[in-house]
């Protein structure tokens, strides 16, 4: 049975919490991303943290987040490639500078709010390795739709991965189940080789519905297709690695889907 899923109101989550967001060329959306997230930050948890990770940007993406950084002080750092390392490299980088229990992380191009943080905190309990948003509507060109579900359904079929959005980069991660296993990949890649990860760790999953946004500024860099092409390579990189060279591991835990017949959020632009 699935169960309605109302907005929480401001309990604390009683576990600490880092944050970060992967940026390329993100200096418009940060500000108010940054902004909205330690808001909620201040509101529902008490030990945190908040990383920007700027990815090589050729913007004024690392003066606007130094300047952020100088606005909220200690909880929030800046970390910078010097040249760009890809979405995958990013997303590693991230996750090393993270040093908190749990770790949500989300793209730094504001597709998605991170106002609705609280709904994925409310679904941790002791057994749940990973909380990860579903897209109720992508707002994008219908090329981009289309590219994604069908890259999301045939990624789903080789990796054999139950949860339902790959690609909705809207997660909240244990730390200790993401230290079970290593990530390589520096491409898009790099969210199949995640989930599927957390999957096969056995650690227990639920997925909620979030809201997706038009993307307001820049353009997104996997749907080009020097991106795809590399991407496409990775993937079958990584299945060989993962399913022909390395003994089956069995899921453990089923994956929990949280209805999206809910409470509206209030969420709007």
């Known amino acids: 049975m699935k169960k309605v899923l ?17 940026a390329y060329n993100d200096a418009l959306s940060l500000p108010g991303l940054v902004r909205a997230a330690m808001e909620v930050l201040r509101r529902h ?10 990815d090589g940007s050729a913007d004024e993406t690392q003066a606007v987040a130094e300047a952020l950084a100088v606005e909220f002080g200690p909880r929030m750092k800046v970390v910078r490639h010097e040249v760009n390392r890809g979405y995958g490299g990013a997303l590693r980088t991230g996750f090393a500078s993270s040093t908190k229990e749990f770790i949500f992380y989300t793209d730094g ?36 739709i289309f590219i994604g579900a069908c890259y999301n359904q045939f990624a789903r079929f080789l990796f054999r991965v139950r949860l339902k959005d790959i690609d909705c980069d809207f997660r909240l991660i244990r730390k200790a189940a ?20 957390l999957e096969r760790s056995g650690t227990a999953v639920v997925e909620v519905p979030v809201h997706h946004f038009p993307r307001l500024y820049g353009r997104s860099q996997f749907f080009r297709l020097p991106s795809l092409g590399i991407t496409f ?18 899921v453990k835990k089923p994956v929990t889907e949280v209805s999206a017949e809910r409470t509206e959020c209030g969420v709007s632009r």
């Not at 109302?6 to 992967?22: I, Q």
């Not at 948890?45 to 700027?54: A, G, R, S």
């Open 6 to 22: 109302e907005r929480p109101g401001p309990t604390r989550f009683p576990h600490s919490l880092s944050v970060f967001f992967p």
């Open 178 to 197: 993401l230290e079970t296993f290593a990530l390589t990949s520096t491409s898009g890649t790099v969210c199949v080789e995640l989930v599927t990860g």
């Open 45 to 54: 948890v008490t030990d945190y943290e908040l990383i920007v990770v700027n």
């Open 109 to 144: 191009d504001g597709q998605y709010d991170v106002r609705e943080l609280p709904l994925l905190l409310a679904q941790v309990t002791s057994q749940v390795g990973l909380v990860n948003g579903y897209k109720i509507l992508r707002h994008d060109p219908w090329h981009r």
């Open 233 to 250: 390579g990775q993937l079958i990189q990584l299945w060989l690695r993962l399913f022909a060279t390395e003994p089956a591991r069995q």
